[in-house]
């Protein structure tokens, strides 16, 4: 018997008006109660429908549990979960299985599924909206501005779905091997897997027609979660870095960071919560739209839910411990040099709790034999913490951890903030690492001080390197500036390099039962299998 997500079926149309005063997303309904012929009657809907596949982006998906909830949950789960330089030592032995990715063959589990699911769902509703717009009464700049979104939208889901279930470019004999299935309208019959390349050719072709579109309406996008011309180049910036195609990745990124200067110092240090100029595109969240303990940020805020119960997420010291002080986002960690009367090499002021060491506790949480050093490295953290947090209290908890860092931050409780999915720092890395593979040294050092340097990032900053060294300090400037953004998983598969882990013990910062290292060809080359549901469903699929 054939299953099926009913991809095709969850359409959503608004009832409310763009631009409402609480700028929050609009009320959608389903289109299995809300016809085609009423949902793109007029461009108003069909507006109405694109802010209806925006708010997907950020809304529990009630058939999963476990918070997923579109792209917060691809961050953490997909992108930082399995990758080399974030650990979150509570829930790393029950997690380990996705942590140490283990879980890629398993085409029953719903880890597996979710990201398929969730990107055929914007998929099947940009295909709807591409299919109709053009009856939609209303003005012809308009239909060309809200096709342009769902192409961009296609082309962003297209993007992420090779990256899980596609071997990496150079495994995939320039293109040859199987790439996703790609549904360009709405039927639902069976269809069989697309090469990679023809995957890439799509997207290419989503974005030039989205590019042609954007620039011929002259119309311009009302919020920060909404595609745009600027985001359709970042996709495509994107998806050529993954591509391996260093021309167009070098020529897209300064064109999608062009009218998105970086941030400054102070917003920098704000909690990455709330949008900026720097951000290109992400999704609301507010506490009158709170998906509670589901929400991306109860992970991941220093002030959110889990922090404050002592679920702190810490970063790889190793990585850390490679930038000088001088760097803003090195002190957005609670690294060695900003306390050296302490020790952090072993455990001496320092106590387990469930089996993983590098905590700093009080006497509440460690019990009467905490050390007196112990206990007042925990006050020097708390201080410092406080002191640098935009958001306060941070981690109002017993103990802190070494290596905790106070980057992301949320807005309410539990965990409610903005979520950024581009902003122009990945375009100038994306920009400086293409530059290097097209032999434009002299461009990729540029985009390096534009982005550590004149951003005041880091003043001292001088980008001299060449050869390898360069593209080494490419990788580790975009595993700092990114971190805990979702791509350190994406970015080992490409770069094809074994992700290495290292215990506290042995100078991490990762808990035992994740402290491993695993090889690019391992996992199936770290490729996602394709899900026994839409093999099921989708019986071409042998």
């Excluded at 299935?181 to 997207?203: M, N, Q």
């Excluded at 534009?450 to 880091?458: G, H």
């Excluded at 975009?478 to 791509?487: I, K, P, S, V």
Aim: net charge negative; glycine share 8%; with cysteine.
């Amino acid at each position: 018997m054939k299953t099926t997500f009913k991809y095709m079926a969850v359409l959503l149309a608004g009832s409310l008006a763009l631009g409402s005063c609480s700028k929050d997303y609009l009320d959608t309904v389903p289109t299995d109660s809300t016809s085609p012929t009423t949902a793109f009657a007029t461009t108003e809907n069909a507006a109405q429908a694109i802010n209806g596949i925006c708010e997907m982006m950020t809304t529990q998906h009630q058939y999963y549990q476990q918070g997923f909830n579109g792209e917060g949950t691809i961050k953490l789960i997909y992108g930082e979960y399995p990758g080399n330089d974030f650990c979150f030592p509570q829930y790393a032995p029950g997690w380990s299985p996705i942590m140490n990715q283990t879980y890629m063959q398993r085409t029953t589990s719903m880890y597996l599924h979710y990201p398929w699911y969730y990107y055929y769902i914007l998929v099947s509703n940009a295909n709807s909206v591409i299919t109709h717009i053009h009856e939609a009464a209303g003005e012809e700049a308009d239909r060309e501005f809200i096709k342009a979104q769902a192409l961009t939208f296609r082309a962003y889901a297209y993007t992420m779905l090779v990256q899980l279930y596609a071997h990496r470019w150079c495994d995939s004999d320039n293109g040859a091997s199987d790439g996703v299935v790609l549904r360009l309208d709405e039927s639902t019959g069976g269809l069989e897997l697309s090469s990679l390349a023809k995957c890439y050719e799509r997207i290419y072709e989503d974005l030039d027609e989205a590019i042609e579109l954007y620039t011929s309406s002259g119309r311009s996008r009302s919020n920060f979660w909404e595609p745009d011309l600027s985001v359709a180049y970042a996709v495509y910036a994107r998806a050529a870095l993954n591509r391996e195609d260093w021309p167009t990745a070098q020529a897209m990124a300064p064109k999608a960071y062009a009218a998105h200067p970086l941030m400054s110092v102070a917003e920098y240090r704000s909690g990455f919560c709330e949008p900026n100029d720097e951000w290109i595109w992400g999704t609301y969240g507010s506490a009158n739209e709170n998906i509670w303990y589901y929400a991306h940020g109860v992970t991941m805020g220093y002030n959110g839910y889990n922090a404050g119960k002592g679920y702190g997420i810490i970063a790889n010291r190793e990585l850390i411990d490679l930038f000088p002080a001088t760097d803003i986002r090195k002190n957005l960690f609670l690294h060695q040099e900003l306390f050296p009367e302490f020790n952090f090499t072993d455990n001496s002021e320092t106590g387990p709790v469930e089996g993983f060491y590098g905590i700093v506790t009080d006497e509440s949480a460690y019990g009467p034999d905490a050390s007196e050093s112990g206990k007042a490295l925990r006050k020097a953290m708390s201080e410092y913490a406080n002191s640098v947090a935009a958001y306060k209290p941070a981690y109002d908890a017993a103990y802190y951890y070494i290596y905790g860092h106070l980057k992301f931050a949320v807005t309410a409780q539990p965990g409610v903030s903005n979520i950024n999915h581009f902003r122009s720092s990945e375009m100038y890395l994306t920009e400086a690492e293409a530059a290097y593979h097209n032999n434009d040294i002299p461009a990729a050092q540029a985009a390096m001080n534009a982005l550590n340097r004149d951003s005041q990032r880091d003043p001292s900053y001088s980008c001299t390197a060449t050869g390898e060294a360069l593209l080494t300090e490419i990788r580790n400037y975009r595993r700092l500036e990114l971190w805990g953004e979702g791509f350190s998983w994406f970015d080992y598969k490409r770069w094809n390099l074994p992700i290495e882990r290292k215990s506290f013990e042995k100078g991490g910062t990762f808990q035992s039962s994740i402290a491993v290292t695993i090889q690019p060809g391992d996992a199936n080359q770290w490729t996602w299998d394709i899900p026994l549901r839409e093999v099921g469903y989708n019986d071409v699929i042998k």
